[in-house]
């Protein structure tokens, strides 16, 4: 490979100086973490599915005018997008009651919420990024008011979106994560969705047996890791069996 220049290496994914100014590479790893890093492991193959997954989620959402990074798929594992000043937030959109809201606040397991719950979590590793209130936000100027409108109608849009496509394929989308930049055109500034959508940020259960579908048989300890994110690529189609498994021998 090439030499380039690595600008970021996160837990999931690096990032590469772009062939364009303003662009970068975004390339999928195979490590998987959790319970911010104190958990590691490999999960071979899963940086392949996720940047199919991802690619085939923005693309959607590019259909339906919903402004974000991804340009397009390099190869099996990278992905050329738009660079962008990153919004130091994480957007948790949730429809059924699990993880850290079952925790926090003592609601029932798998109760369907009466109407999408959106939550600010800060972006900093060091403070275990904690829950943040649109307060907080505006008065410590990680987003401006208009800005941080703009991320809510877009988040509800997404999240209307992305759960009636997953249940289409038979998926329940019970919670995610977005994150959001900043591009700049001379003085304009908009919001476009960044990062990736793929089962590392997405509770994806079975619509009939409520199998995990995500990263939660990583958290959890649940096995089949692999094979959970495989069927989510198969069910949106992305990738067949076959056409992985030479992705696979030829990449690993
Ligand atoms: P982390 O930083 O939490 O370990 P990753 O390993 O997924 O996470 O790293 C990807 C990093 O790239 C994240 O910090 C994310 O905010 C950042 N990022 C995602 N999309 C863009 C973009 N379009 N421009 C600049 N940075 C981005
Ligand atoms: N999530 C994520 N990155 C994080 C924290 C959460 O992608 O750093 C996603 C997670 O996969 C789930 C949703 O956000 O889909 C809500 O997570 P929750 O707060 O319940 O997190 P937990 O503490 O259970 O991981």
């Given at each position: 490979m090439k030499s380039r220049k690595k600008i970021y290496e996160g837990k999931a994914k690096i990032l590469y100086k772009g062939p364009e100014p303003n662009t970068l590479i975004q390339y999928f790893?195979?490590?998987?973490?959790?319970?911010?890093?104190?958990?590691?492991?490999?999960?071979?193959?899963?940086?392949?599915?996720?940047?199919?997954?991802?690619?085939?989620?923005?693309?959607?959402?590019?259909?339906?005018?919903?402004?974000?990074?991804?340009?397009?798929?390099?190869?099996?594992?990278?992905?050329?997008?738009?660079?962008?000043?990153?919004?130091?937030?994480?957007?948790v959109v949730r429809n059924i009651a699990t993880g850290s809201l079952v925790k926090r606040l003592g609601i029932k397991e798998g109760k369907v919420l009466s109407r999408p719950i959106i939550e600010f979590y800060l972006k900093n590793d060091k403070l275990d990024d904690p829950i943040i209130s649109e307060e907080h936000i505006i008065a410590f100027e990680w987003a401006l008011p208009n800005e941080l409108e703009e991320i809510i109608s877009l988040s509800y849009r997404i999240n209307d979106f992305l759960t009636g496509y997953f249940f289409s394929l038979n998926i329940r989308l019970v919670d995610f994560k977005l994150e959001y930049g900043r591009l700049w055109k001379n003085d304009e500034v908009s919001i476009i969705l960044a990062d990736e959508i793929?089962?590392?940020?997405?509770?994806?259960?079975?619509?009939?047996?409520?199998?995990?579908?995500?990263?939660?048989?990583?958290?959890?300890?649940?096995?089949?890791?692999?094979?959970?994110?495989?069927?989510?690529?198969?069910?949106?189609?992305?990738?067949?069996?076959?056409?992985?498994?030479?992705?696979?021998?030829?990449?690993?």
């Open positions: 790893k195979d490590d998987a973490t959790a319970f911010n890093n104190k958990k590691k492991a490999q999960i071979p193959g899963k940086g392949v599915l996720n940047n199919f997954i991802s690619e085939l989620l923005m693309t959607r959402l590019k259909d339906i005018n919903i402004p974000n990074h991804f340009v397009k798929r390099i190869n099996m594992r990278e992905q050329l997008i738009r660079k962008l000043e990153i919004i130091p937030i994480e957007i793929s089962p590392d940020n997405c509770r994806l259960w079975d619509l009939k047996t409520n199998k995990k579908l995500d990263k939660d048989r990583f958290r959890q300890d649940l096995g089949e890791v692999d094979k959970a994110y495989k069927e989510v690529a198969y069910r949106l189609g992305v990738l067949s069996e076959s056409e992985f498994k030479k992705v696979i021998k030829s990449d690993l």
